[in-house]
T-cell receptor
C-alpha cells in the first residue's frame, strides 16, 4: 500500500531533551516536506527536500533540523525542544514539488 | 511569494443544504491550486486540484471548485452536504517556479442533521 508513515504518533517530552520524528514513504517520491499545524494558523512548512541531500528552510525552521540521506526517509530533529514546539506535525511527499502531496497520519508532540 | 486567505474559519450548515467554502489567493506568477480535507484525527487528503485547462474542477465526494483568475479565487462547492462531510478544509497554492506549497488557515465545515 502506498503510504507515508510517521513515528511516533504521540510523544510527550521535556524541554531540552533531543528527539527525532521519523518519516518514510514508499512511493519513490522526490519531494518531501514537514509541516506543523496549530489552531488558527493552518499548516506551516518547516523544511522541505527536493531530492536526496537537497533540503531547504520553509517558513518556520527555527529549532528544527532535517536530513535526507535516502530518498524514502526524511526525519525531523528537535535538538532542544521548547514548549512553543508543542504542535501537530505532518510529513508529506510528492512525486515532484508541484504535484499532489500525500500526508502521513501526524505526530502529536507535547513539550513540557 | 504567494498567500492564501480563507475568510471563514467555520461554516455551519444543515445536511442536504448546499455549501461554498471561500478561498482567495495572491501571487505574481501563475499558480497551481489545491483543496485538501482533514477528517477528525487524520492526516490531509486531496479533494481536488487545478493545474491548467478547464476552470471548473471536479473532485472526490461530489465537491467541485472553480478557478477564477480575475478574482484570484478558488471557491469550493458542494450542492448537497452529508454529515460525513464534517471536516476541516484547506486551500493551498504553489506558484510556478516556486518550491513551497502555501496553505490557508482552514475552514471547519460543521454539518448538522
Amino acid at each position: 500500500e502506498a503510504q507515508v508513515t510517521q513515528n511516533p504518533r504521540y510523544l510527550i517530552t521535556v524541554t531540552g531533551k533531543k528527539l527525532t520524528v521519523t518519516c518514510s514513504q514508499n512511493m519513490n517520491h522526490e519531494y518531501m516536506s514537514w509541516y506543523r499545524q496549530d489552531p488558527g494558523l493552518g499548516l506551516r512548512q518547516i523544511y522541505y527536500s527536493m531530492n536526496v541531500e537537497v533540503t531547504d528552510k520553509g517558513d518556520v525552521p527555527e529549532g528544527y533540523k532535517v536530513s535526507r540521506k535516502e530518498k524514502r526517509n526524511f526525519p525531523l530533529i528537535l535538538e532542544s525542544p521548547s514548549p512553543n514546539q508543542t504542535s501537530l506535525y505532518f510529513c508529506a511527499s510528492s512525486l515532484k514539488h508541484q504535484e499532489t502531496q500525500y500526508f502521513g497520519p501526524g505526530t502529536r508532540l507535547l513539550v513540557l | 511569494a504567494q498567500s492564501v486567505t480563507q475568510l471563514d474559519s467555520q461554516v455551519p450548515v444543515f445536511e442536504e443544504a448546499p455549501v461554498e467554502l471561500r478561498c482567495n489567493y495572491s501571487s505574481s506568477v501563475s499558480v497551481y491550486l489545491f483543496w485538501y480535507v482533514q477528517y477528525p484525527n487524520q492526516g490531509l487528503q486531496l479533494l481536488l486540484k487545478y493545474l491548467s485547462g478547464s476552470t471548473l474542477v471536479k473532485g472526490i465526494n461530489g465537491f467541485e471548485a472553480e478557478f477564477n483568475k480575475s478574482q484570484t479565487s478558488f471557491h469550493l462547492r458542494k450542492p448537497s452536504v452529508h454529515i460525513s462531510d464534517t471536516a476541516e478544509y484547506f486551500c493551498a497554492v504553489i506558484g510556478t517556479g516556486f518550491q513551497k506549497l502555501v496553505f490557508g488557515t482552514g475552514t471547519r465545515l460543521l454539518v448538522s442533521p
